[in-house]
């Protein structure tokens, strides 16, 4: 009688069998992994602000400072594609507004725009169309802050 026959790991000639790896295939992770790089990427640019300047104000020449530079502000609008507003005032030395003191608006406030702005030794007002007004005292915007 014809004994069973082996193992076929133990058959001459033939390659034992490949035993599939436990756990999760790697297309499985580089697929989990591309979905959240690309998720990260699509809320980055979300959420990523974009800045407009909507008004702009410069010191006139008859108003000096302590620090004898001239002086701008600007009304940033920031916004982003999420539908995400801010508004904030600016005020410093640098014309392009990128560095000065920041004072935060209300977004309703902002959206209305400036009436107008004085400028005096003592500091800056605004205006708004509202009535409401901001007093900024020059101590914080002199000397590059």
Do not use: K, N
């Not at 990427?41 to 004898?68: E, K, N």
């Amino acid at each position: 009688m014809p004994s069973p026959p082996a193992d076929t790991a133990a058959q001459p000639g033939r390659p034992a069998p490949r035993r599939r790896p436990c756990g999760i295939p790697v297309q499985a992770l580089l697929g989990g992994a591309a979905g959240v790089a690309l998720t990260a990427v699509f809320l980055t640019v979300l959420w990523w602000p974009r800045s407009d300047v909507v008004h702009r104000s410069s010191a006139p020449s008859s108003v000096t400072y302590a620090d004898g530079s001239s002086h701008h502000l600007g009304l940033v609008h920031e916004h982003t594609l999420s539908g995400r507003h801010s508004y904030s005032l600016v005020i410093g030395r640098d014309p392009g507004l990128s560095y000065g003191h920041p004072v935060g608006v209300d977004t309703d406030l902002g959206a209305d725009g400036i009436e107008s702005t004085t400028w005096t030794s003592a500091g800056v007002r605004v205006r708004f169309p509202t009535g409401h007004e901001v007093f900024v005292p020059a101590r914080f915007f002199l000397y590059g802050r």
